[in-house]
């Protein structure tokens, strides 16, 4: 199969991966230098990832920030010159949020409880708080310059456990106001998506079944769901799928929603191309790793992520992203 030709035949996203080129939550030169290597017009969509919401909480002390700094607007500006849609994925935990630096957690179902104690212990006014926080954001983003707005309600932070029925009771209210959120921006021709775990990687727990939360999300009408998979604190090896197992898992989940849900469009992830060149029409490609490796992939198709692990910055105990292929492929020698 040629793999160029199937990443053609589908708009093609950069999914969100927080690099750690930040100074005090703002992004420096390196952060605008990735982005700006990774753009082109083969590539639809840029989406940086896990921003935090103005007073929001992140995943580790590299994590930046949104705010009205022009940084943010340099960001934008130098994605959409290059010839793609800027976007950022909006995103908080909460106060003394610890991300493990194990692949692997040996007690997931402790995790689950705790999910479930946090989301009874919220306030409905802590909760209005929370999402008035990302309403603010998107505004502030648009504002920027960014045309796409991701919801980030994936790998166990908090929008994932807040919209989750089998976790918080009160989940309408949290889609409720999130479809408000939508319906705004799309007035305002601003493209919208939602990442959503759709396995935690507790295998209890996730006898659910895939389409379970996904089926509820969808009547949230986000342009795209951007279908991930596992708790960043339970099970990394689901959210960055390498061996074969969960390669095949990650494709088979996310075909099963896709088929079943044909009226919602999707972007799937996880080493995508190789496997099919005739993917739905409501199916769209996310790319992570292979373009963090080779900003010229798209173009290319080959030379991507040999699963070295330099990219997991925070489980490795470093402050920023690093790939060893950069030497071969990166112009700006990040």
Same mark, same amino acid.
């Given at each position: 199969?040629?793999?160029?030709? $199937?990443?053609?035949?589908?708009?093609?996203?950069?999914? *969100?991966?927080?690099?750690?080129?930040?100074?005090?939550?703002?992004?420096?030169?390196?952060?605008?230098?990735?982005?700006?290597?990774?753009?082109?017009?083969?590539?639809?969509?840029?989406?940086?990832?896990?921003?935090?919401?103005?007073?929001?909480?992140?995943?580790?002390?590299?994590?930046?920030?949104?705010?009205?700094?022009?940084?943010?607007?340099?960001?934008?500006?130098?994605?959409?010159?290059? *010839?793609?849609?800027?976007?950022?994925?909006?995103?908080?935990?909460?106060?003394?949020?610890?991300?493990?630096?194990?692949?692997?957690?040996?007690?997931?179902?402790?995790?689950?409880? +705790?999910?479930?104690?946090?989301?009874?212990?919220? $306030?409905?006014?802590?909760?209005?708080?929370?999402?008035? +926080?990302?309403?603010?954001?998107?505004?502030?983003?648009?504002?920027?310059?960014?045309?796409?707005?991701?919801?980030?309600? +994936?790998?166990?932070?908090?929008?994932?456990?807040?919209?989750?029925?089998?976790?918080?009771?009160?989940? *309408?209210?949290?889609?409720?106001?999130?479809?408000?959120?939508?319906?705004?921006?799309?007035?305002?021709?601003?493209? $919208?998506?939602?990442?959503?775990?759709?396995? $935690? *990687?507790?295998?209890?727990?996730?006898?659910?079944?895939?389409?379970?939360?996904?089926?509820?999300?969808?009547?949230?009408?986000?342009?795209?769901?951007?279908?991930?998979?596992?708790?960043?604190?339970?099970?990394?090896?689901?959210?960055?799928?390498?061996?074969?197992?969960?390669?095949?898992?990650?494709?088979?989940?996310?075909?099963?929603?896709?088929?079943?849900?044909?009226?919602?469009?999707?972007?799937?992830?996880?080493?995508?191309?190789?496997?099919?060149?005739?993917?739905?029409?409501?199916?769209?490609?996310?790319?992570?790793?292979?373009?963090?490796?080779?900003?010229?992939?798209?173009?290319?198709?080959?030379?991507?992520?040999?699963?070295?692990?330099?990219?997991?910055?925070?489980?490795?105990?470093?402050?920023?992203?690093?790939?060893?292929?950069?030497?071969?492929?990166?112009?700006?020698?990040?």
């Amino acid at each position: 199969m040629n793999v160029t030709t $199937t990443l053609k035949s589908k708009r093609i996203f950069f999914l *969100g991966v927080n690099t750690g080129f930040v100074h005090e939550g703002v992004p420096n030169k390196r952060f605008v230098d990735f982005y700006q290597e990774r753009s082109s017009p083969d590539l639809y969509c840029s989406i940086l990832g896990n921003i935090v919401v103005p007073g929001g909480f992140g995943t580790n002390a590299r994590t930046p920030e949104l705010s009205d700094h022009l940084s943010w607007t340099k960001v934008a500006e130098a994605i959409s010159s290059a *010839g793609t849609v800027p976007g950022i994925q909006l995103a908080t935990t909460w106060p003394g949020y610890r991300g493990q630096r194990k692949f692997v957690v040996d007690a997931p179902g402790q995790i689950l409880a +705790a999910a479930r104690q946090l989301a009874s212990k919220l $306030t409905q006014e802590e909760m209005a708080n929370l999402l008035d +926080a990302f309403g603010d954001a998107a505004r502030l983003a648009v504002d920027h310059g960014y045309r796409h707005i991701q919801v980030h309600a +994936a790998h166990g932070y908090l929008p994932n456990l807040l919209l989750d029925r089998d976790l918080n009771p009160r989940y *309408g209210y949290v889609q409720e106001r999130l479809v408000g959120l939508v319906e705004l921006l799309r007035s305002q021709n601003v493209e $919208t998506s939602l990442r959503w775990s759709m396995r $935690t *990687g507790d295998a209890e727990f996730d006898q659910r079944g895939v389409l379970r939360g996904v089926a509820e999300i969808e009547a949230m009408k986000f342009d795209f769901i951007d279908l991930s998979s596992g708790y960043y604190n339970i099970d990394k090896r689901l959210i960055y799928p390498s061996t074969e197992h969960f390669l095949s898992q990650r494709y088979d989940d996310s075909m099963y929603v896709a088929n079943n849900l044909p009226r919602q469009n999707f972007i799937i992830s996880g080493k995508i191309p190789p496997f099919s060149d005739n993917l739905p029409e409501n199916v769209e490609i996310g790319l992570c790793r292979d373009l963090i490796a080779n900003p010229n992939f798209i173009r290319s198709g080959t030379n991507g992520c040999q699963n070295r692990g330099k990219c997991h910055y925070h489980s490795r105990g470093t402050g920023s992203l690093t790939c060893p292929t950069w030497d071969q492929h990166s112009k700006t020698r990040l």
